[in-house]
């Protein structure tokens, strides 16, 4: 068993869509938690970071981590066809940065 | 203020050659992570410098060794390539905890 899954999709939604991208985990010592984006060929972006358990806005973006149930989830609102990517998600136990990743969720936006 | 910058973009080894992929993080982070990304999956934790030293490693072989210098950027060696090696390598550096900011990624293909 992985230490992170992601489901890889691909998911398809219509622009304007409320998006849902989800990651389970299986190790509670896990205590933050990331979103990156990867477009096609480059690094990944970070898009948002939570400490524990909790819900953190950043502008379109939501990101919610329930640890006693091992879930993370991102939402994008009033998903952009430029929102098109892979959609990463991360944990690390400590301060230290060893992330443990998910294999990426890919996300198309039609317009 | 540039980000992490990554060189080589691309390069293509035969089997059994050594390889250096280097990195330079962004102005004021001190620790560097190096990830290998296999296509279609998340990247994998290979090690992390900090002041110069080798703090964490993942699940990689001898093989695979790196250094930090004293201005913070960062080396990446592969001997003995195997055809697996093929991937793409990502730095990753870090102000603290919880955050890391990656490069474009050098894409290394073994024949």
């Known amino acids: 068993q992985k230490e992170v899954e992601q489901d890889p999709g691909p998911l398809s939604v219509p622009e304007g869509a409320i998006v849902s991208l989800n990651c389970t985990y299986s190790n509670s010592a896990f205590q933050y938690f990331m979103w990156y984006r990867q477009y096609s060929r480059k690094g990944p972006e970070l898009l948002m970071y939570t400490y524990s358990s909790g819900n953190k806005e950043d502008g379109r973006f939501t990101a919610q981590v329930d640890k006693s149930s091992k879930y993370i989830s991102l939402f994008i609102r009033d998903s952009q066809p430029s929102d098109s990517a892979t959609y990463l998600c991360?944990?690390?136990?400590?301060?230290?940065?060893?992330?443990?990743f998910g294999s990426g969720t890919k996300l198309n936006v039609k317009p | 203020d540039a980000g992490v910058t990554q060189s080589p973009t691309h390069l293509i080894k035969t089997r059994g050659q050594q390889v250096t992929l280097r990195c330079s993080p962004k102005?004021?982070?001190?620790?560097v992570s190096w990830y290998q990304q296999a296509l279609g999956q998340g990247p994998q934790f290979i090690f992390q410098y900090y002041e110069e030293e080798e703090r964490q490693r993942g699940n990689f072989p001898d093989r695979f060794s790196g250094h930090q210098f004293p201005n913070y950027s960062s080396e990446l060696n592969v001997n003995a390539l195997l055809l697996g090696d093929s991937a793409l390598y990502l730095c990753?550096?870090?102000?603290?905890?919880?955050?890391?900011?990656f490069g474009q990624g050098t894409r290394l293909t073994v024949v």
């Open positions: 990753a550096s870090s102000p603290g905890p919880g955050e890391a900011f």
């Open positions: 991360a944990m690390s136990e400590d301060n230290f940065n060893k992330f443990y």
């Open positions: 102005s004021g982070h001190d620790t």
